[in-house]
Antibody, heavy 121, light 111 residues
Framework: QVHLQESGPGLVKPSQTLYVTCTVS??????????WSWIRQSPGKGLEWIGY???????YYNPFLKSRISMSMDTSKNQFSLRLTSVTAADTAVYYC?????????????WGQGTLVTVSS | QSVLTQPPSVSAAPGQKVTISCSGS????????VSWYQQLPGTAPKLLIYDNNQRPSGIPDRFSGSKSGTSATLDITGLHTGDEADYYC????????????FGTGTKVTVL
């Protein structure tokens, strides 16, 4: 059974860069059939899809965040990561990683437990 | 940013049925598969329904999904107190945002 686990800094200062990592166990990020995704949820709010990375290195980012996002993958560690630059308080959220089925996702499963990142000075 | 509209809340007594609607457009629900997610308090979302009406293994048949035109529906029958959660629909938006979009979310309360 595939399990995803996020790790992050907890606190980031405004204008700095947020970096969170997802470690996959019970499966391989090199599996070509899946797309490894990031989704966030601001406190008390709904879900926002951030984007995904495929093991080939292909990525697709939410157009609303595209200018500040980059994603990477380390197959040797079975991990993938999200980098978000120039953060503001609006980027305070729980960041989830999840596995998607397609380049045009139709579902996300499973999800990690999430990591809360707070942007504050 | 959400382009999918859900009622903020629905409620019913134990054993009863609730229906959650998810309203979109031809650029999203109308031409793409819908999935549904359950988020219990303090936990990560969990896939409940995919491809409009398919249940992953382990999801009881009390949960069912359907789609018609530009709207989708999640039905929960035989309501349990353990079903109290937030529920989100989601689908790909092919033209407005050209990204995956989630619904606004619905809080289910068991009276």
């Amino acid at each position: 059974q595939v399990h995803l686990q996020e790790s992050g800094p907890g606190l980031v200062k405004p204008s700095q860069t947020l970096y969170v990592t997802c470690t996959v166990s019970g499966g391989s990020v090199s599996s070509g059939e899946y797309y490894w995704s990031w989704i966030r949820q601001s406190p008390g709010k709904g879900l926002e899809w951030i984007g995904y990375i495929h093991y080939t290195g292909g990525t697709y980012y939410n157009p609303f965040l595209k200018s500040r996002i980059s994603m990477s993958m380390d197959t040797s560690k079975n991990q993938f990561s999200l980098r978000l630059t120039s953060v503001t308080a609006a980027d305070t959220a729980v960041y989830y990683c999840a596995r998607a089925d397609n380049w045009k996702p139709t579902w996300f499963d499973p999800w990690g437990q999430g990591t809360l990142v707070t942007v504050s000075s | 940013q959400s382009v999918l509209t859900q009622p903020p809340s629905v409620s019913a007594a134990p054993g009863q049925k609730v229906t959650i609607s998810c309203s979109g457009s031809s650029s999203d629900i109308g031409n793409n598969y819908v999935s549904w997610y359950q988020q219990l308090p303090g936990t990560a979302p969990k896939l409940l329904i995919y491809d409009n009406n398919q249940r992953p293994s382990g999801i009881p048949d009390r949960f069912s999904g359907s789609k018609s035109g530009t709207s989708a529906t999640l039905d929960i029958t035989g309501l349990h107190t353990g079903d109290e959660a937030d529920y989100y629909c989601g689908t790909w938006d092919s033209s407005r945002t050209i990204s995956y979009v989630f619904g606004t979310g619905t809080k289910v309360t068991v009276l």
